[in-house]
Each structure stands twice: as structure tokens, then as C-alpha cells.
């Protein structure tokens, strides 16, 4: 069942448009990725689903309920935490649970959201002595402090290390499994294919493709590569051998290494031929396609222009 609903939303600001007919449905109890390079539009058609920011066009539901208007009884049933989200230096950890318990006519305990996260041993600290992940473990604390339904992530491991990234990518996870629908906003590649049921990739203020992350990247029609070494001794050709495999489209040897470049399903057929000729080789990769690759064949530039 579809518990947010986007049609053809528009924004812009000062004459230049930033959403330009952003439409897509997220399910309930989805990780529900909205991927796109920095100013591609990706904060402003969450804060415009938070309620935050008032469109310009189109037609948004969330839960049922129209954030321009009914501002006041969504932000009862959403947590959000925003790209940038900072605290009083010397608030303390219970004290900024508390405030934000404040903040709604039935909150969850706090007390036990200290516990859930690991911030138990950290309820006197303040908040300017915590570390980059134990920031982050607080403000996805405070996003639930209201019991939500939905979660509105905005760039949540923006500048951690890859530990505490990875530490945080579990607590997502977590989030999901409590029953809390995910909406969350990256611009990391990898943070995407790891989390997400479906993502949404925007750029230049649309959405340029809607899918699973494994369906972009199969969806991807771009060459990539299969590397091999040839084991000592072997004079064969590879080209005269690979070359016309189908979905092989080249084939360049140097030395002992052999890069065989390709579409489709083609690693399967070169290593099969490998097999069947008793070819003895070492070091055999297939570079893997990503999100990246993916981003490049829809839009026709790299993802970090």
C-alpha cells in the first residue's frame, strides 16, 4: 500500500527551477531511497513531503494527509532528521530526548529509546563531546522520540569514517525492522544498493529512473570488463578465440594480461570457451556494474559533476 504519493511536483526558487514534475509512490515498511547528486533537488522534495516547504505544483499525500495543510497533524505521525541538524553544545543527551519528547501529544518513552540505540552510557554527555557516529545514533533517537510512522533521513553519514558509516547503515536497517517506513535521502552509491527496496534517482530536478537498485544497475546497456592472466607458457590468441563470442565487443592483450571488454552475459561465454580450450589463466575479475554506471547511461554524465 502506498503511504506517500508524489505527482508532479514543481519548486523553484527565484526563477530557476529545482523539482520540475517529480512524481513517484512509496510502500509501506519500504527503505525507500531518493538518490541523486548534490542540487539535484533531493532536500527540497523531501522538506516539501515534510511539510517543510510549500511546492509550487503538483499534489503530495503523506499517510493520507497534505503536508501544506495539514502541516500540524503530520508532524504527529512523521520523524524527520534533517541535512543539517545541530544541537546547543552543552544540551545533554537526556535533556534533547526530553525537549523533543515535549514535542508531541503522545511520545514514546525516551527512557527506552536510550537503551535501543546504545545511548545509555551517554544520557549525561553533552552534546558537543560526541563523536560523529554517537551524533548520529541521537538524531535518528530524536527522530523517533514522536512514535512516527514514516522517517525522513536527509543525508544521515554525511562526513563519518566508514566504520561509524556502516555502524549507522545497521541502525537504518533497525529502524525498518521496528516497523517505521524509511525515506531516505543520499547521494553515496554504495549506501543506496546496500539499504534500499527501491530508489528513486533525481537530477536536475527529476526523476530519471525508478527502480529496485539491482534493476538500475541490470538495466544498465554499457560495456564493462573482464580481466584475466595468462599463465606461462600459452601462445594462443586470445582475440582469435574471444573476439567473436557474442556480446564481446574487444579484446586487448599486454603481456601476460588479457582485458576483455563486453555486454550482456558475455564473462559466461569467454569463461567457458577458457574451459573448453584448457586455457589456464590466474587472477580472473569482472568488474562489477553500479549504481554509478547506471547514473552515467541515464543521464550521460558521471554522478559527481
Not at 525537549?99 to 527512557?111: I, N, V
Not at 530508489?199 to 538495466?219: E, H, N, Q
Request: glycine letters at 12%.
Amino acid at each position: 500500500m502506498a503511504i506517500i504519493e508524489v505527482s508532479g511536483l514543481t519548486k523553484g526558487y527565484s526563477g530557476r527551477t529545482v523539482l520540475d514534475g517529480v512524481s513517484f509512490s512509496v510502500e509501506e515498511g519500504e527503505i525507500f531511497g531518493i538518490l541523486g547528486p548534490n542540487g539535484a533537488g533531493k532536500t527540497t522534495a523531501v522538506e516539501c513531503m515534510e511539510g517543510l516547504r510549500k511546492p509550487d505544483g503538483g499534489t503530495i499525500r503523506v499517510l493520507g494527509l497534505d503536508p501544506a495543510g495539514q502541516s500540524r497533524e503530520l508532524h504527529e505521525r512523521i520523524g524527520v532528521q534533517l541535512q543539517h541538524t545541530h544541537l546547543p553544545e552543552n544540551i545533554k543527551v537526556w535533556e534533547a530526548l526530553d525537549l523533543y519528547a515535549s514535542f508531541y501529544a503522545e511520545p514514546k518513552d525516551w527512557r527506552g529509546l536510550l537503551d535501543d540505540w546504545g545511548l545509555a552510557e551517554l544520557r549525561n554527555a553533552r552534546f558537543g563531546k560526541l563523536s560523529g557516529g554517537q551524533k548520529q545514533r541521537l538524531f535518528i533517537a530524536l527522530a523517533l522520540v514522536g512514535g512516527p510512522e514514516v522517517a525522513f533521513l536527509d543525508e544521515l553519514t554525511t562526513g563519518l569514517d566508514p566504520q561509524a558509516r556502516r555502524a549507522t547503515w545497521e541502525l537504518i536497517k533497525k529502524v525498518r525492522a521496528s516497523g517505521v517506513t524509511v525515506i531516505l535521502v543520499s547521494h553515496f552509491m554504495d549506501e543506496v544498493e546496500e539499504l534500499c527496496d527501491r530508489v528513486a534517482v533525481v537530477d536536475r530536478g527529476g526523476v530519471v529512473a525508478l527502480d529496485t537498485p539491482a534493476g538500475l544497475i541490470d538495466g544498465v546497456d554499457a560495456d564493462h570488463q573482464m580481466r584475466f592472466t595468462l599463465m606461462d607458457g600459452e601462445t594462443r590468441d586470445p582475440a582469435a578465440l574471444l573476439g567473436d563470442l557474442p556480446g564481446v565487443t574487444g579484446v586487448v592483450r599486454d603481456g601476460k594480461r588479457v582485458t576483455v571488454t563486453g555486454r550482456g552475459d558475455f564473462a559466461t561465454a569467454v569463461t567457458s570457451v577458457l574451459a573448453r580450450e584448457l586455457i589456464p589463466v590466474a587472477d580472473l575479475r569482472i568488474d562489477k556494474r553500479t549504481l554509478d554506471d547506471a547514473f552515467v547511461a541515464l543521464t550521460g554524465r558521471s554522478f559527481h559533476l
